[in-house]
């Protein structure tokens, strides 16, 4: 069974940093795509970042030139730099991933609470 293993959210002050990291286990064979997604209370969830096994990334244009999603193959692991932060960027932060298992299926983490404060 897979699992997405989140840490790294909490309380911080507007302009301030967090490092959000993701961990997978489980019986994997192959990653396609890791990245994070956050949503906030009756609103529907967002692509914040994602990479690629090549290594090519994607971002929302809300945090682009404020956050860096970077991953390390080898530890099947995820990590999002959030720097400059807003309280604008405060929602669950969701790591997300895309794995052969051995047939491509899509598999979420539980969830971390971002709050950034004004």
């Known amino acids: 069974q897979v699992q997405l293993v989140e840490s790294g959210g909490g309380l911080v002050q507007a302009g301030g940093s967090l490092r959000l990291s993701c961990a997978a286990s489980?019986?994997?064979?192959?990653?396609?795509?890791m990245g994070w997604y956050r949503q906030a209370p009756g609103k529907e969830r967002e692509l914040v970042a994602d990479?690629?096994?090549?290594?090519?990334?994607n971002y929302a244009d809300s945090v682009k030139g404020r956050f860096t999603i970077s991953r390390d193959n080898a530890k099947k692991s995820v990590y999002l730099q959030m720097n400059s932060l807003k309280p604008e960027d405060t929602d669950v932060y969701y790591c997300?991933?895309?794995?052969?298992?051995?047939?491509?299926?899509?598999?979420w983490g539980q969830g971390t609470q971002v709050t950034v404060s004004s």
């Open positions: 997300y991933g895309q794995f052969g298992t051995p047939k491509m299926r899509d598999y």
């Open positions: 489980g019986s994997i064979f192959s990653i396609a795509v």
């Open positions: 990479i690629t096994a090549a290594g090519t990334t």
